[in-house]
């Protein structure tokens, strides 16, 4: 019998899809260091993020087919020595798009209008001192006739652009591999109804001069340069907000942390950081910065979609292995 291993877990309609295809799913977390131990009799390993694939651990596993990342990236995964094994890699593309896209925007619209910290100080002085509180939060932005700069054009950052246009913000995007996307912008619920707006690629540069918000949504291997450090954020606009729902180390985060205290960076939305699970407390307590623990794909409606994905693949990858 084919032997799975969800070592991070898997959503229940992933789980039914493999068992119905009379697969044994074990979904009991193995510590990282006992996987040498333990994966060496199973046939598909199913990963998210917290669970590293290294050569190592591939070499003791013999029997293994298939490593599936739950998820975009595979950073955690040695993929071109698991493809010289002639072991299948996969992931879910597009499956999270929606709800990392909707968390940027909720990261934007706690800065734009000091959210996330009134919501830290109204429930310990908006008893006694409203009106300054009110006051100290009165001076919100809109996003609607703002420039939006979405730096990464793949399926997350095209689900930003849709959201951004319906916004009424003007969006420019980056990608060293795309150069035009028309963009339908879907109204729901409605199949009568198309709009479709040709986007353009910009060089890096001229988006960070005229971005009034900057998002970031590519991938990151382990010990590249940051995309986002001092020479760029001086590029910048003073009183830009940026946000990384993408991966730690994008940014500079001492850099992050200057421009911050000076001034010129308005805000700061994280859902990722660099030393995760224990990110800097200059970051989480700054009130600057709007943040999240790595929730960018953490919706009902994402995992489903990630679960039903990765079980569709790993049963037509097993099939044509067989």
């Known amino acids: 019998m084919i032997k799975i291993l969800a070592n991070d877990g898997l959503h229940p309609e992933g789980l039914r899809l493999l068992e119905e295809a009379g697969y044994q799913v074990d979904v009991e977390h193995i510590a990282q260091e006992q996987l040498m131990q333990v994966l060496p009799q199973y046939d598909v390993l199913i990963v998210r ?14 029997k293994l087919k298939i490593i599936a990342r739950a998820g975009v990236g595979l950073d955690n995964i040695d993929l071109s020595f698991a493809e010289r094994q002639g072991i299948s890699v996969i992931n879910t593309p597009g499956a999270s798009a929606v709800s990392v896209a909707e968390l940027a925007f909720g990261h934007m619209f706690n800065l734009a209008r000091h959210l996330h910290l009134a919501n830290r100080l109204m429930p310990e002085k908006g008893n006694s001192e409203f009106k300054k509180l009110k006051k100290q939060f009165s001076s919100g ?32 995007t980056v990608d060293l591999r795309v150069e035009e996307v028309n963009v339908d912008l879907r109204v729901y619920q409605t199949d009568n109804l198309s709009l479709s707006v040709k986007v353009t690629t910009r060089p890096l540069e001229e988006v960070l001069r005229e971005a009034d918000f900057i998002t970031l949504h590519l991938p990151f291997p382990a010990g590249s340069k940051p995309i986002i450090g001092r020479e760029e954020i ?60 790595h929730i960018g794909a953490s919706t009902e409606e994402a995992q489903a979609n990630i679960g039903r994905m990765l079980a569709e693949q790993i049963i037509k990858r097993l099939i044509g292995k067989s």
Request: charged residues 30%; neutral net charge; hydrophobic residues 40%.
């Open 234 to 293: 001086e590029m910048m606009k003073d009183g830009v907000v940026l946000i990384n729902t993408a991966r730690g180390g994008v940014i500079d985060e001492e850099a992050l942390l200057e421009a911050l205290d000076k001034g010129k960076i308005r805000g700061a939305g994280l859902d990722v950081f660099e030393n995760e699970p224990t990110p800097r407390k200059e970051l989480l307590q700054h009130p600057r910065v709007s943040v999240s623990p």
């Open 141 to 172: 932005i809109e996003l609607r006739g703002r420039t939006l700069g979405v730096i990464g054009f793949g399926k997350i950052g095209l689900e930003v652009v849709r959201m951004g246009l319906a916004l009424g913000m003007n969006v420019l």
């Open 49 to 62: 993020s917290a669970t590293k694939v290294r050569r190592e651990l591939i070499e003791a596993c013999p």
